[in-house]
Each structure stands twice: as structure tokens, then as C-alpha cells.
């Protein structure tokens, strides 16, 4: 049997470019993730600076100044320090149990940024039901604490476990029912098409405006969901040592501090698209390109002014949780959990049933 050796070398170059095409693929893939993981870094790095610096004015201190410019570096400065730090694991704690914790809790959080839409075109995965996957997805982080806490043997990290899943569970409703409300009104639980159907009236089709008190009780969910003050029962330093992070250090410290500003952002994300008009507003920014004559870059213009209002409306509208958490003291967890059951999720409720009647008449 005779082969040419045309036929081989042409065989060869085919499964070359085929293999060359998968790896870009590949690529192709991860370059859009990848992006919006070192974005998310970088918006947690601002979070934790602006944090410090909103707390040093209202505590009339001066705050961190030395790491970088005007402090901004006293973030990573921390995380290195964490990183550094040695990894502590408790004699009789169950080590697996203990070293999974940390890492469900933050990939929980990092899952609910794919369906976040920072413009028309720019979301990482645009799902029917996006509101939905973020509410089941975000749920399976109080998982990773309770698991934690269990993990530790010590009783002050599983208590703090526990209040986290009973927090998580009394909170997590109301939230659901005024997300419901907002697809009501949107009639889909697309993220981009919730945006979308606020862009018809502008500024006033807002449904801050159309929700005001679902926006309310979705305040107070979130507030609780990311484990805030006055809501931080969880981690209450005077009760429960620093409660489910307790045996914890180094990185998978570092971890639960990440993990915390993740859901604050993330919850932040998510008020500025349900109620805020995501990267909408009402001043028609698409004709200024016209008036510079830049009519070609019209697209790429739009898209960058769309991310830059997505951004500043959900870091104006962070301090509200930041200066929350130096006004009000902290709640108890009875407290805490009568105001869920028999205070918030009534009204969501009866939010609902009314946007429910509203819409019905509607027709």
C-alpha cells in the first residue's frame, strides 16, 4: 500500500488549523469572562476603598492616605498581607468541610454577574430567566457559610452559620416576590428586557417610580442578604467572636471578605437594573455624536456612556448600605426575623397582589 506523501502533509495542515480553531474558540470563550473577573476585582477594590473613606468623613477621621494616592492601594495592600499570611486549619474540625466553605460562598456570588447587563450588547449571558438565576444562584451562598461554621467545631462559628441560613431563608422571600412584581411589569425576567421596558417613558419609567415600595423592602432584602448592618447578626463581634469566620485565616479569610463585597456589589448591580433603568437616562446622549461628527464611532460611544451610567448609578447608590452601616446599630436576631416574616413579606405580598390587579386591568 502506497500513500502519498501530499495526502499526509494536506491531512496534517487540516487537523493543524482544525485544533487552531478550537484553541481560538476556547479563547474566544474565556477573553469575555475573564474581562469581567478582573472588572469585578477592580469594582470590589473601589467598594472597599470608598467604604474607608465615606466611614473616616462621618466619623470625622482621616482615613487611609498612604497607600497610593489618597489611599487607594490600602485594599490590596490588605489582600497581599492576607495572602501571606499562614493558613490555620482547626485539630478537630472536618478540614474538608472547612476549606470548601469559603470557596461555594464567593462562586456563588461571582455566578450572578453573568446575566448582568451593563449595556444592550454587553452581558455576559442574556437567560430568559435572569433575575431567577441570580435569586437560586446567590441562595447557595449562606450554604458555603453554614458548611463553614459546621466545619470549624466551634460553637460560636456554627451558631453564626445557622443565623446566616435563617437570615438567608427569612430574607431571600420578600426579595423574590418584589423581583416578581418588577417582571409583572416588564413581562419577562430578562435582565436587559426589564432595562429595555423602562427606557420607553425615560426618567419617569423608572420603577423606582412605578414600585416605590417594592424598592423599599427590596432595600432592607438585600441589606440583609448581604449580611449588613444593622443586619449582620451572623458575625456580631460582641456575640459571637467574629462568628462563622472565627477559626478562619489567611486567604480563606481573605475569601469571606471578598466574598461580602461581592454580594454588595452585586446587589448594588441589581437595584440599578430592576429599578434604576440600568444604563438608560433621559438625556438622549446618542445624538452628541452626531453634533462631533463621530458618526462611525457611534456604537462603541453609546456602549462606553451606557457602562459609565450602569457604574455611577450603582456606586451613588452604594452609599446608602455604607453609610447604613455607621447610623443604625444592629438588630436582634428575633428582631431580625419578625421583621421578615411579619412585616416585609406581607407587604411584598400585597405589592405584588396590586402591580398583579394593576396589569390584569389593564388588558
Known amino acids: 500500500m502506497i500513500i502519498d506523501i501530499r495526502e499526509v502533509q494536506d491531512i496534517n495542515s487540516f487537523y493543524?488549523?482544525?485544533?487552531?480553531?478550537g484553541v481560538y474558540g476556547i479563547i474566544w470563550v474565556l477573553v469575555p469572562i475573564l474581562t469581567l473577573v478582573l472588572g469585578i476585582t477592580i469594582g470590589v477594590l473601589v467598594i472597599v476603598w470608598l467604604e474607608r473613606e465615606i466611614s473616616a468623613g462621618l466619623q470625622q477621621?482621616?482615613?487611609?492616605?498612604?497607600?497610593g494616592p489618597l489611599g487607594v492601594l490600602q485594599a490590596l495592600a490588605d489582600g497581599t498581607k492576607l495572602l501571606f499570611k499562614e493558613n490555620l486549619l482547626p485539630s478537630r474540625g472536618d478540614t474538608r468541610l472547612f476549606s470548601i466553605g469559603p470557596s461555594?460562598?464567593?462562586?456563588?456570588?461571582?455566578?450572578s454577574y453573568s446575566v448582568i447587563?451593563?449595556?444592550?450588547?454587553?452581558?455576559?449571558a442574556d437567560l430568559n430567566i435572569g433575575v431567577f438565576l441570580w435569586i437560586a444562584v446567590s441562595s447557595i451562598a449562606p450554604i458555603g457559610l453554614l458548611i463553614s461554621g459546621y466545619g470549624s467545631n466551634n460553637k460560636y462559628s456554627f451558631l453564626g452559620g445557622l443565623r446566616a441560613a435563617a437570615q438567608s431563608i427569612s430574607y431571600e422571600i420578600p426579595l423574590?416576590?418584589?423581583v416578581l412584581a418588577i417582571s409583572l411589569l416588564s413581562n419577562s425576567l430578562s435582565t436587559v428586557d426589564i432595562v429595555e421596558a423602562q427606557s420607553k417613558y425615560g426618567f419617569w419609567g423608572w420603577n423606582l417610580w412605578r414600585q416605590p415600595i417594592g424598592f423599599i423592602v427590596f432595600l432592607i432584602s438585600s441589606l440583609a442578604e448581604c449580611e449588613r448592618l444593622p443586619?449582620?447578626?451572623?458575625?456580631?463581634?460582641?456575640e459571637l467572636v467574629a462568628g462563622y469566620q472565627t477559626e478562619y485565616s489567611g486567604i480563606k479569610f481573605g475569601l469571606f471578605y471578598v466574598?461580602?463585597?461581592?454580594?454588595?456589589?452585586?446587589?448594588?448591580?441589581?437595584?440599578?437594573?430592576?429599578?434604576?433603568?440600568g444604563w438608560n437616562i433621559s438625556i438622549p446622549y446618542i445624538f452628541v455624536a452626531g453634533l462631533f461628527e463621530i458618526n462611525?464611532?457611534?456604537e462603541v460611544f453609546g456602549t462606553t456612556i451606557g457602562i459609565f451610567i450602569t457604574l455611577a448609578k450603582t456606586y451613588l447608590f452604594l452609599f446608602i448600605p455604607i453609610t447604613t452601616r455607621w447610623t443604625l446599630p444592629r438588630l436582634r436576631m428575633d428582631q431580625l426575623l419578625n421583621l421578615g416574616w411579619k412585616f416585609l413579606l406581607p407587604i411584598s405580598l400585597g405589592n405584588l397582589l396590586l402591580t398583579t390587579s394593576f396589569q390584569l386591568s389593564s388588558l
Open 16 to 21: 493543524r488549523v482544525e485544533s487552531l480553531k
Open 61 to 67: 477621621r482621616i482615613g487611609p492616605e498612604y497607600s
Open 104 to 111: 461555594i460562598a464567593v462562586i456563588a456570588i461571582l455566578l
Open 117 to 124: 447587563p451593563f449595556d444592550y450588547h454587553l452581558v455576559l
Open 176 to 178: 423574590t416576590l418584589c
Open 231 to 238: 443586619f449582620d447578626l451572623p458575625e456580631a463581634e460582641e
Open 259 to 277: 466574598a461580602s463585597y461581592l454580594n454588595l456589589l452585586i446587589s448594588s448591580l441589581f437595584v440599578t437594573v430592576l429599578y434604576l433603568g
Open 296 to 298: 462611525k464611532a457611534r
